[in-house]
């Protein structure tokens, strides 16, 4: 089986309101096809808005969504006193080191310093 994505609550807005390039947009459907998983903090962003659409909630619903537990809080309290790090951010990064995922994201400065984390920017494909 092939690489596993993360993929960042950008990525899905920036798909969603079609400004992603033509070959981003082809990786992250590949990505979403194969395996669409998101942390549960991407879900609370993606659907955390006054006037999120029924498709928003649909879509949203296909995904796995990987939840908060021990290792990615431990993980996260590590990244946080190592980086300066917003803490969804840390959430991210820390759920993908845990779980061996490349981040799909489009803030790729937010996760530059953090070793041994991948991060694919579906605009510079």
Known sequence: MGQKYLIDTNSLIDAQMKRLPKKGLLFLAGAINEDFTISFITYIEFL???????????????????????????????????????LPDAIIAATALVYDLVVISRNTADFKNIDGLQVIDPHSL
């Open 48 to 86: 955390g808005y006054k006037d999120v659409s029924k498709e928003s909630e649909e879509f949203i619903s296909l995904a796995s969504v990987i939840e908060i537990d021990k290792p990615i809080m431990d993980a996260c309290v590590s990244l946080r006193k190592a980086n300066k790090i917003k």
